[in-house]
C-alpha cells in the first residue's frame, strides 16, 4: 500500500536541510569578513596569531549564539524535525557558541597583554576600562556561562524547571548586551559599511524571526481563529482534557502528532506557555490536548474556563505521518505519551493489521482513553496491546518483550512518546530488537 505522507498544504516546506545551508553559508560569510580583514596574513608574531585566531572564535561565537536563539524558537521549516533532535542541535551548538566565546576572550586577552608587553591581568583591567562595550559584553559571557552550568543535566535536575527556564531566558539579554562591543572593537566592522550591514541585518533578522514567531503569529492567529476554551474535561484523577474551538480549525497547519506551546489567557495561566501535544486528530472543529497534572502549572489547567482566549506557537515537532517510510507502523506510549499516540491511530494512514499499539501504563487505573483506543483500534484492524506495571519497578519494555508483541517489529516504523527516560530505554531495547535508528521516531515529554 502506497503511504500518502504529504502534509496538508502542498507548498513546499523549509527544511531543517534547507536551514542548514543557511546557517553553513551564513558561517562562511563570517569567516570571510575576517579573513578579508587580514585572517592569518597579518600574523608576524604570537601576539598576531593570538589575537586573530581571538576575531574568528569571537565572529563565530556570535554567530552561533544567534543559531541557538532560532533553534528553540519553533521557527517554521523546524517544525518538522523531531524536539528530541532538535534538542540535541541546540544543546551541541551551545556548546560549540560557549567554547567559541570563552576561546574569544582568552585569545584577545593573551594576544593583547604580549603586543602590549604587560600582564594578563593589568590587560584584561585595561579591556574592561578602556574598550567601549567590553565590560557589558563580559557580563554576557557570565550569564552564558551560567546558562550553559545550569544546562547540565543533574544541575537542571536538581534547581527545577522554572529556575532553569528564568536563567536559560538570559540568553536573550547576553546577546542584546554583547552586540555593542563587536561593532565598537571588532577590526572586521571598522570603516566597513558593508560588514557592518550585514551584522546588523543578522541580528535584526534574528530578532524579527524571534517576535514573528513567538507574538506575531500566536496573537494573529488566536485572533483570526478566535481561539478559546471551548471544554474541559476530567479524564481520570489528575488528567483533564481542554478543548479549543474557533473559526476556520480546518485551516492551521496542525497535523496529529504535533505539539504546540499553549498560553490560556486567564488570571494565573497568562505569563507561561508549556508544550502539550494533540490527543485528538485536529478535525476543523476543535482542537483536543490532554494534561496529566505532573507539577504546579499542569495542576492549575484543571480551573481554566471555557470562553478563555488562547494563544497556540507552533504546530512543532516530527512525531507526525510525514515521518513514515514504511507501510507498517508500530505506536509505542509510555503513560501520558498516550496522548499524540491517540492522535496518530485516529488518522494515520493504514489497512488493517498494518497498526500495531502498545500503550505502557503503571497500573489499569492510570490507562487514559481506554474507550477511543478501543474503539478505533476496532475501526482501523489495528492490534492494541497493555503493557501494565511501574518502570521505575523495572516493568520495561525489553527487546524480547517487544518481539513477542509485535514479531515483525525490525520492518515497521515505530513512533515512541513518554517520559525522556522510557523513550531512551525503548529506543535502547528497539535497537537490540533489531530495529534500525532510522526507523525509530520518538519525542520526549520531560527531561
Ligand atoms: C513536546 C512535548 C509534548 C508534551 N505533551 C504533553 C501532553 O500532551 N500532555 C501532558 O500532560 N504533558 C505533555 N508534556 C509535558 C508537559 O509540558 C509538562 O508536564 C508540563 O509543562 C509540566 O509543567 P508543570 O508546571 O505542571 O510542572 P513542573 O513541575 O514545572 O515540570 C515538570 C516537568 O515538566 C517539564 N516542563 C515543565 N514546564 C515545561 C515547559 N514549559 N516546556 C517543556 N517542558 C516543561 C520539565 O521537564 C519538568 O521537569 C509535553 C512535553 C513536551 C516537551
Not at 9 to 37: E, K
Not at 174 to 188: K, P
Not at 240 to 261: A, D
Amino acid at each position: 500500500m502506497a503511504i500518502d505522507t504529504a502534509p496538508r498544504s502542498a507548498r513546499r516546506r523549509i527544511t531543517g536541510w534547507d536551514l542548514s545551508v543557511l546557517v553553513a553559508a551564513n558561517a562562511v560569510v563570517v569567516v570571510g569578513l575576517w579573513w578579508r580583514q587580514g585572517g592569518l596574513r597579518d600574523v608576524h608574531d604570537l601576539a598576531g596569531l593570538l589575537t586573530s585566531l581571538g576575531r574568528v572564535t569571537g565572529l563565530l561565537g556570535a554567530f552561533l549564539a544567534l543559531v541557538e536563539l532560532l533553534l528553540l524558537a519553533r521557527v517554521p521549516g523546524l517544525d518538522a524535525v523531531g524536539l528530541d533532535r532538535v534538542s540535541t542541535w541546540h544543546r551541541r551548538n551551545g556548546t560549540a557558541c560557549l567554547t567559541l566565546l570563552l576561546a574569544h576572550t582568552v585569545l584577545i586577552t593573551a594576544g593583547y597583554a604580549l603586543a602590549d608587553d604587560v600582564s594578563v591581568t593589568r590587560e584584561a583591567a585595561a579591556l574592561l576600562t578602556h574598550y567601549p562595550g567590553v565590560l557589558l559584553a563580559t557580563i554576557a559571557l557570565a550569564m552564558l556561562v551560567a546558562v550553559g552550568a545550569t544546562s547540565v543535566a543533574a544541575v537542571r535536575r536538581r534547581l527545577g524547571y522554572r529556575t532553569w527556564h528564568a536563567v536559560h531566558l538570559g540568553v536573550y539579554l547576553a546577546v542584546a548586551l554583547a552586540f555593542a562591543h563587536q561593532l565598537a572593537t571588532g577590526q572586521e566592522f571598522q570603516h566597513q559599511p558593508v560588514a557592518r550591514a550585514y551584522w546588523w541585518a543578522l541580528y535584526g533578522a534574528t530578532l524579527a524571526a524571534l517576535v514573528a514567531v513567538r507574538v506575531v503569529l500566536p496573537v494573529t492567529r488566536s485572533l483570526r481563529h478566535d481561539l478559546r476554551v471551548a471544554r474541559v474535561v476530567q479524564e481520570a484523577p489528575g488528567v483533564v482534557s481542554v478543548e479549543i474551538g474557533g473559526r476556520r480549525l480546518e485551516r492551521l497547519p496542525v497535523l496529529s502528532g504535533h505539539f504546540l506551546h499553549w498560553r490560556f489567557l486567564a488570571p494565573g495561566h497568562w505569563w507561561e506557555t508549556h508544550p502539550f501535544s494533540l490527543s485528538a486528530a485536529p478535525d476543523g472543529r476543535r482542537l483536543r490536548i490532554t494534561v496529566k497534572h505532573l507539577g504546579d502549572y499542569s495542576a492549575r489547567l484543571a480551573s481554566v474556563r471555557p470562553g478563555t482566549r488562547v494563544l497556540a506557537e507552533g504546530p512543532s515537532g516530527g512525531f507526525t505521518s510525514a515521518a513514515r517510510r514504511h507501510a507498517r507502523v508500530a505506536l509505542i506510549a509510555g503513560g501520558v505519551g498516550i496522548t499524540p499516540i491517540r492522535a496518530l491511530l485516529e488518522d494515520m494512514p493504514g489497512e488493517p493489521g498494518e497498526i500495531a499499539v502498545i500503550y505502557r501504563a503503571a497500573s489499569e487505573e492510570d490507562l487514559l482513553f481506554r474507550e477511543e483506543l478501543e474503539e478505533l483500534s476496532r475501526r482501523r484492524g489495528a492490534d492494541l496491546h497493555y503493557v501494565l506495571g511501574d518502570h521505575r519497578a523495572g516493568v520495561v519494555l525489553s527487546p524480547e518483550r517487544l518481539r513477542e508483541l509485535v514479531p515483525d517489529i525490525a520492518r515497521r516504523d515505530v513512533y515512541v512518546c513518554g517520559p525522556r527516560s522510557m523513550t531512551e530505554a525503548t529506543r535502547a531495547s528497539l535497537r537490540a530488537a533489531g530495529v534500525p535508528a532510522r526507523q525509530v521516531i520518538s519525542e520526549g515529554f520531560s527531561w
